[in-house]
């Protein structure tokens, strides 16, 4: 079973930068898995962030980049804001057998 | 403006088969690229894709539950429905619908205020 894991949870001062990852089972994430990145705020639907690795869509705040970083997807923000406190979720695309899988989310703390 | 919104019901029994339907404005089904997934969240968990329909017909589904799953487009309607056999408590999760544009590589950019569904044990 493939599984896509990220960090549990992370913490960071308003005002600072920080970076998420995200992992697959199967090896180097690369941008053939398409790496996407989602934010979900308690109670809300999933918003989208990145799509393609790295691409922004047109709502997401000039703060927030996405990259490969040693093997893994990358979801940095620079520059937090408490309104940033959420939970995170990669998506990776496994194009072999076309199917797309979550990671398990990572709980982002401002404080 | 791109809207999706979920319908269905909110309780179901175990072994009985959840049939939910995503009403969708703001694109066609008929556009080249496009698709629409559905997408769940137990209570407190994390995000599980689910299925995926496309502007073609052609259909993916998450592995471990291909058997169980099915999903459909009414392109007339804008409607895509998704149906879920032998429910049992742990399929208990929001089911969020959401547009997918770039033929899949632009996956779940808008998505469904989600509808809760239920299984009681």
């Known amino acids: 079973q493939t599984v896509v894991t990220q960090e549990p949870s992370v913490t960071v001062s308003p005002g600072g930068t920080v970076t998420l990852t995200c992992a697959s089972s199967t090896g180097a994430v690369t941008s053939g898995y398409y790496p996407n990145w989602f934010q979900q705020k308690p109670g809300q639907a999933p918003r989208a962030l990145i799509y393609?690795?790295?691409k922004k869509h047109s709502w997401t705040p000039a703060r927030f980049s996405g990259s490969l970083l040693g093997g893994k997807a990358a979801l940095t923000l620079s520059g937090v804001q408490p309104e940033d406190e959420a939970e995170y979720y990669c998506l990776l695309y496994y194009g072999g057998a076309h199917f797309w899988v979550f990671g398990g989310g990572t709980k982002l703390t401002v404080l | 403006q791109i809207t999706l919104k979920e319908s269905g019901p909110t309780l179901v029994k175990p072994t009985e088969t959840l049939t939910l339907t995503c009403t969708f404005s703001?694109?066609?089904?008929?556009?080249?690229?496009?698709?629409v997934g559905w997408i769940r969240q137990p209570p407190g968990k994390a995000l599980e894709w689910l299925a995926l329909i496309y502007w073609n017909d052609d259909k993916r589904y998450r592995p471990s539950l291909n058997s169980r799953l099915s999903i459909t487009k009414d392109t007339s309607k804008n409607q895509v429905v998704l149906t879920m056999t032998h429910m049992d408590p742990v399929d208990t999760a929001t089911y969020y619908c959401a547009h997918s544009g770039g033929s899949g590589f632009v996956p779940f950019d808008y998505w469904g205020q989600g509808i809760l569904v239920t299984v009681p044990s």
């Open positions: 393609s690795t790295s």
């Open positions: 703001g694109f066609s089904l008929r556009t080249s690229g496009v698709g």
